[in-house]
C-alpha cells in the first residue's frame, strides 16, 4: 500500500465468521433434547469486532434473553433456524426465497440507526443463520446470510471535514453526490468505522484482507452494511426526507433495473474463505454438497470417544420423542436395574434389545460355561470364549462391554437351586436362596430365562414374597420366558394383582410338582436347546417389547391385561400399544395369542397360602420343601384340590 494515497473505491466486505466450538455442543444439544422437530427460528446474539470485520457466535449465543450479553456494545441480535434436513438448508441459500424480507430487514435496521444515533444503539445490520445437524454422521451443515444492498462508493480524505474523510457515490444517476455523514457520526460505533476507514485511507493500517487492487485507484475494505447504509443516506439527501422502509425498498428496485443498485441475495452469503478455522472434511463431501454457501462443521472432532458413543447409542430412542410419541419418556426404564437369570440363547437376545433401548445396568447370573454349539445361536460369545472355558454370564457382560463400553455389568457364576437337588446339603440350599434373594432385591426387573422349569420356580416364590411383604417403592417386574420346539410363551407378573381372572404366573397351569431333580432324565432331543432358530429372538425380542410398553404406562408394572386396541380407555393407555399379561407364538401359522393366564388360587408357585406360610417362617419351611418337594402341593392346597376333584370325579360316575 502507498501511503500518500488519499483517494480510493470502498470495497464493502462480508465478515468473517467464527462459530466456537461450545456453541456447537449447545446448539446440538438444544436440537436434540429441546427443539426437536420444530424448524421455527429465533433470536441469537452474534460478537462483532468492527476493526476486524469479525462476528463471533459461542456458547453464549444462545441466551439471546439475557441482559448481561445484550448490553455488550459489539452484540448483534440475529436469527437462527435448526432444520431437520439437508433440502431445508438449500432452499434457504435459494436466491429466489424470501428476497423482499431479506431486503427489509436490511432496510429496517439501517433506518433505526440513522433514526436513533445514540451510544448505546448496536450496529445496523443482522444476520440469518440455518443449520442442519446430521445426529447419525455428527456432521453440521450451514449456512450464514448477511442480507444488504450492494452499490458503488468512492472515499478521500479531506482535512477540512469533521472526520477527516469524504464518501461520494460515484454512479452517475447520482452526480457524485457527497454523503452527509452527520447522519451517523453520533454513534460511538459508527464512528469507530469512519476511524478505522480514515486510517486505512491515510495507510496508517492495511485493509481487512491486506490486498490491494488492479486499478490505479485503491480498493479500501470496509464492513459489508455500510453500503446499506450509505445508500439510504444518498436518498435521503436526494429527496430531501428520510423515506419510508417500503418506498426506499421500491427506489432500490427501480434503480436496481438501471444497475445502479442490486440486491444479489447469492453475494450476501458467507462463504469458505469467510470463515475462521476452517475444519476438515474430503473434498468428496464437500463437491456432493453442490453450493459454497453451506459450510460443514465435524463435531466428532471434538468429541471424546465417551461423548460420541453416548451421543449416537441411544440416538434411534431419543428421536423417538420428535414426531412420533413427544410423550415418550426414557426416564421411565433407562435406570431400571435388570437381573438376567440365565444367559444362553435367550439371555443374549435379551440384553442385546435392553441396551438398544438405552438400559444400561446389568446382573447376569449363569452357572454354566460357553460350549462349542454356543456360539452360533447365543449372540454374545466368540469361540473364544470357548477355548477359554469362561463362564457364560461372565461371558456375556465382557461382550456386552465391548459392544456398550458405557453398561454397569456384572456377571455372577452362580447356579439357581433346584429342589430335591441331591448334590447339595441343606445348608448349602438355605446358603443359595438367600444369594438368590439378596440378588432380586437389588432388581428392578427379574428375566427367568433359564433352559428348565425347575430352576425358575425358586425366582419365582421369591420375587411373590419380596413383593407382597417387603416396602418397596414399586413392585419388582417378573418376566418368564419358555420355549417350545416352535412356540414360545412370556408371562408378566408382579404378583400383586387382584384380579384373579387375568394374573396367574407361569406355574398356574401346573398340578404337581417335580419331586426331584429329573433335568438330568430329559433326553436330548427334548431339551431346549432343540427349538426352531427364530423362536427365541420372536420371545425376546417380545419380551423386552412388553416391558417397554409396561413402562409408558400410568401404572407401570401394575397396568391391567390389555391385548384389544379397541377396548382402551384413556386412563389405561400405554404410548406404545397394549400391555397384555402372557403372549404366546406359534411359529408353525406365525400366529399370536394374549389371552390371558387365570390365577391358580392353589398354584404351587405364587399361591397366597404358599407366600404366607413361607413368610412366616421362612427357613422352616423352605427347609421341608427342599427335603420333600411334595410339601408344595400340600402347602398349596393342591393336594386337598386335587383330591376334591378326583372325589367329584367318582361320584360323577356313580
Request: overall charge neutral.
Amino acid at each position: 500500500m502507498t501511503e500518500n494515497l488519499q483517494e480510493g473505491s470502498l470495497n464493502f466486505e462480508l465478515p468473517k465468521f467464527q462459530i466456537e466450538v461450545g456453541f456447537w455442543k449447545a446448539a446440538s444439544t438444544l436440537k436434540y433434547d429441546v427443539i426437536k422437530s420444530s424448524e421455527d427460528s429465533f433470536d441469537i446474539l452474534g460478537f462483532y469486532n468492527q476493526e476486524t470485520n469479525i462476528i463471533r457466535i459461542r456458547q453464549e449465543s444462545l441466551n439471546s434473553k439475557n441482559k448481561e450479553y445484550l448490553e455488550y456494545n459489539n452484540s448483534v441480535i440475529g436469527k437462527l433456524s435448526l432444520v431437520n434436513s439437508m433440502s431445508a438448508i438449500i432452499n434457504f441459500g435459494n436466491i429466489d426465497h424470501g428476497c423482499d424480507s431479506y431486503l427489509e430487514s436490511a432496510v429496517d435496521n439501517a433506518m433505526m440507526w440513522i433514526n436513533n444515533s445514540s451510544n448505546h444503539e448496536k450496529y445496523p445490520f443482522t444476520f440469518k443463520l440455518c443449520i442442519y445437524f446430521d445426529f447419525k454422521t455428527q456432521i453440521a451443515y450451514y449456512s450464514a446470510f448477511f442480507p444488504n444492498v450492494n452499490t458503488n462508493f468512492n472515499i478521500k480524505t479531506d482535512k477540512q471535514s469533521e472526520l477527516g474523510i469524504e464518501i461520494k457515490s460515484n454512479l452517475p444517476e447520482y452526480s457524485g453526490s457527497y454523503i452527509d455523514l452527520s447522519s451517523i457520526n453520533k454513534n460511538s460505533n459508527s464512528l469507530a468505522v469512519l476511524k478505522t476507514l480514515k486510517d486505512r485511507v491515510e495507510g496508517k493500517i492495511g485493509n481487512f484482507n491486506d490486498e490491494t487492487s488492479i486499478e490505479k485507484k485503491e480498493r479500501f475494505d470496509c464492513p459489508w452494511f455500510f453500503s446499506t447504509l450509505l445508500t439510504i443516506i444518498l436518498f435521503k439527501d436526494k429527496y430531501k426526507n428520510l423515506l419510508k422502509t417500503n418506498e426506499i425498498i421500491k427506489l432500490l428496485k427501480e434503480s436496481g433495473s438501471n444497475g445502479n443498485f442490486k440486491f444479489d441475495s447469492r453475494s450476501c452469503f458467507i462463504s469458505n474463505k469467510h470463515v475462521k478455522n476452517v475444519l476438515a472434511i474430503s473434498d468428496k463431501e464437500m463437491k456432493e454438497l453442490q453450493s459454497e454457501h453451506i459450510l460443514p462443521f465435524d463435531l466428532k472432532n471434538y468429541l471424546s470417544p465417551h461423548e460420541l458413543q453416548q451421543r449416537l447409542s441411544t440416538m434411534n430412542i431419543d428421536l423417538i420423542k420428535w414426531r412420533l410419541i413427544p410423550n415418550f419418556e426414557q426416564i421411565h426404564f433407562k435406570n431400571l436395574k435388570f437381573l438376567i437369570v440365565g444367559s444362553g440363547t435367550l439371555g443374549c437376545s435379551v440384553a442385546r434389545n435392553l441396551i438398544g433401548w438405552g438400559i444400561r445396568n446389568f446382573k447376569f447370573i449363569d452357572h454354566s460355561k460357553v460350549s462349542l454349539n454356543n456360539p452360533m445361536r447365543q449372540c454374545l460369545f466368540t469361540l473364544e470364549d470357548v477355548k477359554n472355558k469362561k463362564n457364560k454370564a461372565i461371558a456375556a457382560v465382557e461382550r456386552l462391554r465391548y459392544v456398550c463400553p458405557d453398561i454397569h455389568a456384572e456377571g455372577i457364576d452362580f447356579e439357581i437351586p433346584i429342589l430335591g437337588d441331591s448334590t447339595l446339603s441343606l445348608e448349602q440350599f438355605l446358603k443359595s436362596v438367600n444369594e438368590t434373594k439378596d440378588n432380586i432385591i437389588d432388581s428392578d426387573v427379574v428375566m427367568l430365562l433359564t433352559d428348565n422349569k425347575e430352576s425358575r420356580w425358586l425366582p419365582t416364590v421369591l420375587i411373590g414374597l419380596i413383593n407382597r411383604y417387603y416396602n418397596r417403592r414399586r413392585p419388582i417386574l417378573c418376566i418368564t420366558v419358555g420355549l417350545g420346539f416352535d412356540s414360545f410363551i412370556v408371562v408378566r407378573n408382579t404378583f400383586t394383582e387382584t384380579d384373579y381372572s387375568s394374573s396367574g404366573c407361569y406355574f398356574c397351569g401346573d398340578f404337581s410338582i417335580n419331586s426331584k431333580n429329573n433335568t438330568l432324565d430329559i433326553p436330548v432331543d427334548q431339551q431346549c436347546s432343540v427349538v426352531r432358530m427364530g423362536a427365541s429372538y420372536f420371545a425376546s425380542s417380545i419380551a423386552v417389547e412388553l416391558i417397554m410398553n409396561l413402562s409408558q404406562h400410568p401404572l407401570t408394572w401394575n397396568a391391567p391385561h390389555l391385548s384389544n386396541e379397541s377396548n382402551k380407555s384413556d386412563e389405561n393407555k400405554s404410548l406404545l400399544g397394549t400391555t397384555p399379561q402372557c403372549i404366546r407364538g406359534f411359529l408353525a401359522d406365525f400366529s399370536f395369542c394374549t389371552d390371558p393366564i387365570q390365577r391358580n388360587k392353589c398354584c404351587i408357585a405364587c399361591s397366597d397360602k404358599l407366600i404366607d406360610k413361607i413368610h412366616k417362617d421362612e427357613v422352616n419351611t423352605l427347609s421341608e420343601i427342599f427335603i420333600n418337594p411334595r410339601k408344595v402341593e400340600s402347602i398349596s392346597g393342591l393336594t386337598n384340590f386335587k383330591s376334591e376333584m378326583e372325589k367329584s370325579i367318582t361320584e360323577s360316575y356313580i
